[in-house]
């Protein structure tokens, strides 16, 4: 495992697996990170605009804990000005 410390990163991707690379005091700046589940690969990081995907086995848990009223699910952005619902497309 690999273990990176104190850096910062910016408009990045990354999927966040403890068994491969651990994060120690880094930041992350308008980054995605994707989180699939197991030990916490983030230790003492600063996230500042970030996109957080939550899939595979912690995503699971996460829709388990919603089913259950454990946490509520975060609000949706009502749709863009001039812009269907069921669409991408702007009129």
Do not use: W
């Not at 966040?16 to 005091?25: E, I, N, Q, R």
């Not at 690969?41 to 595979?56: A, D, R, S, Y």
């Not at 388990?64 to 001039?82: L, R």
């Not at 619902?85 to 009129?91: A, E, F, T, V």
């Amino acid at each position: 495992m690999e273990s990176i410390i104190g850096k910062t990163f910016r408009g990045q991707e990354f999927a966040l697996d403890a068994s491969k690379t651990m994060y120690v005091k880094c930041t992350f700046v308008k980054c995605d990170l994707i989180y699939f589940g197991g030990d916490n690969p983030l230790i003492n990081c600063h996230i500042e605009n970030c996109n957080i995907t939550i899939t595979g086995e912690a995503g699971k848990v996460l829709g388990f804990m919603q089913a259950v009223g454990m946490i509520t699910p975060p609000p949706q952005a009502p749709p863009a000005v001039g812009q269907r619902p069921d669409s991408g497309i702007l009129h």
